[in-house]
């Protein structure tokens, strides 16, 4: 398999978030490259080091870079995604600017190409009973009477393809009623939203930090069918934004919310799940590393959420909450 390099350029202080950050959307393993770590080697070196070559030197004013590596297929894609919005909630945060710029950078290959190679790994799937899965792309003459849900994920999480989408689409099908008000949290390309309404939910309401999900969102909307009275999108940080917040209630509360976001996030949106459910709701919740899935659900079980289901699949975890 192919690999592309990723690198991330912030600061020093961001280091240990960032990296934490990056295990929980499942980033296993990355370099640093920080000019505050070498220097600090350099006045702490013992006199065994008489030589140091030039390229190692210039270390020492070098921008502060994470390196990962992401394999070229449709996780890669998804996992690159994740890693920009996870970048743009951080960016959206840091309000003294103390984390440099906190962009990510393909190396060695350019934008379009990544965006166009990894196409030939994103083929339809059947997902549970109910659904299956394709981009536009890729011709579909037989579908076995299953609702076909039509994605082009474009820079936007969600093909399908990763563990935590096919997760929640599967749970959807459990608490998808027909008529019932649909919230994503996180939307990415739209892909549980979207997919909520294929099995029968009247609407749906989808909200993505980045503008560009949920641009892609709304179109990938279209794109099924779906009319602009039954899909709404919106952009921006709810835990921050108590007008978008606001905005998106709903009179009465939703029928189900669906979050597949990161770890730490999930966590710190607990209340917000709470504010938006109606009683008797249906929340579901993933993206979440196995190792820290107890802590997440937990921390929902603390505001009131009792528990259904959990679902794992290769070290990825996602569950349903009745309210």
Request: net charge negative; with cysteine; proline share 2%.
């Amino acid at each position: 398999m192919e690999w592309t390099e990723v690198n991330i350029y912030t600061a020093t202080e961001a280091i240990e978030l960032l990296t934490a950050k990056l295990m929980d959307i499942g980033v296993k393993g990355f370099a640093i490259k920080d000019a505050e770590d070498f220097n600090e080697f350099l006045e702490n070196k013992n006199g065994q080091w008489d030589y140091i070559e030039e390229d190692l030197m210039q270390l020492s004013s070098c921008e502060t870079c994470i390196t990962v590596y992401l394999p070229g297929n449709s996780q890669g894609a998804d996992m690159l995604s994740a890693i920009r919005s996870m970048l743009a909630e951080v960016r959206a945060a840091d309000k003294e600017g103390r984390y440099g710029r906190l962009e990510a950078e393909l190396s060695s290959i350019r934008e379009e190409d990544w965006a166009n190679n990894w196409k030939q790994y994103f083929k339809p799937i059947t997902v549970g009973e109910k659904l299956i899965v394709k981009p536009s792309w890729e011709d579909l003459p037989e579908t076995g009477g299953r609702k076909v849900l039509e994605i082009d994920p474009a820079s936007s999480f969600g093909t399908g393809q990763h563990h935590t989408t096919r997760l929640c689409l599967e749970l959807l099908e459990g608490c998808v009623s027909p008529g019932c008000h649909v919230l994503d949290l996180g939307c990415g390309s739209g892909i549980l939203s979207i997919g909520a309404i294929l099995l029968g939910a009247a609407d749906a309401v989808a909200v993505d930090i980045d503008q560009n999900a949920a641009a892609t969102a709304a179109e990938n909307a279209g794109k099924n069918g779906i009319s602009g009275d039954k899909y709404h999108t919106y952009y921006g940080n709810i835990l921050d934004d108590e007008k978008l917040s606001s905005e998106i209630e709903l009179p009465g509360g939703y029928d189900v919310i669906t979050a597949n976001i990161v770890a730490d996030v999930l966590i710190a949106m607990k209340d917000h799940f709470l504010r938006y459910l109606k009683k008797g709701g249906t929340l579901i919740i993933s993206g979440i590393i196995e190792e820290r899935m107890e802590e997440v659900l937990s921390a929902v079980e603390t505001v009131g959420f009792t528990r259904l289901r959990v679902s794992v699949k290769e070290g990825w975890a996602a569950a349903e909450f009745r309210l």
